[in-house]
């Protein structure tokens, strides 16, 4: 069975960090594009970031989340620094096959795999 696996989530203070790891079950993501999106009560999904040959990141981590692949552990990482209560959602990581260098996109509907997702709360 094909599927995503995030892990790494959790409750952090203001300013603390969290890395969350995304692994692929039945497949290795070697020649897919992953990203990151977050969910908070109430919105909308949104990106947050995601890497094929190059990297994207939404204006609101730039700077304090890195994403990257670890190839030894094949697995894709988020690294959030910096972390405010406005993080706080349940991030998920999704992948769409791209054996082409380019871009990556935010756009939900290009990608095949999703996980169930990871909660993230950023609170005193």
């Known amino acids: 069975q094909l599927q995503l696996v995030e892990s790494g989530g959790g409750l952090v203070q203001p300013g603390g960090s969290l890395t969350l790891s995304c692994a692929a079950s039945?497949?290795?993501?070697?020649?897919?594009?992953v990203g990151w999106f977050r969910q908070a009560p109430g919105k909308e999904r949104e990106g947050v970031s995601c890497i094929s040959s190059i990297t994207n990141y939404a204006d609101s981590v730039k700077g304090r989340f890195t994403i990257s692949r670890d190839n030894a552990k094949k697995t894709v990482i988020l690294q959030m620094n910096s972390l405010k209560s406005e993080d706080t959602a349940v991030y998920y990581c999704?992948?769409?096959?791209?054996?082409?260098?380019?871009?990556?996109?935010?756009?939900?509907?290009?990608?095949?795999?999703w996980g169930q997702g990871a909660e993230v709360s950023v609170s005193s």
């Open positions: 999704a992948a769409y096959w791209r054996p082409s260098p380019g871009f990556c996109t935010f756009t939900r509907e290009r990608y095949t795999f």
């Open positions: 039945g497949f290795t993501l070697d020649y897919y594009t």
